[in-house]
């Protein structure tokens, strides 16, 4: 088949799979939650680097934003 011919049907099938996940996403949200994200981030590497080398310092903030998603955790 050509992919003149197919390309409608696809494009279809993608719309209407991802049309009902995409249109409850909070874009707002999202970006404030990843605003914060970035934030925290930076905070834990500026209070690691006095005591570790940078890189080891920015691997130490990725994990401990990424991987602990509240203090409670």
Sequence with gaps: MKARTVLPYALRFVTTLTKPLLSKLDVVRYTQTSRA??????YARRLLRPALEPENADQVARKLVENYPEHGF
């Design 37 to 42: 994200m970035k934030v925290g981030k930076g």
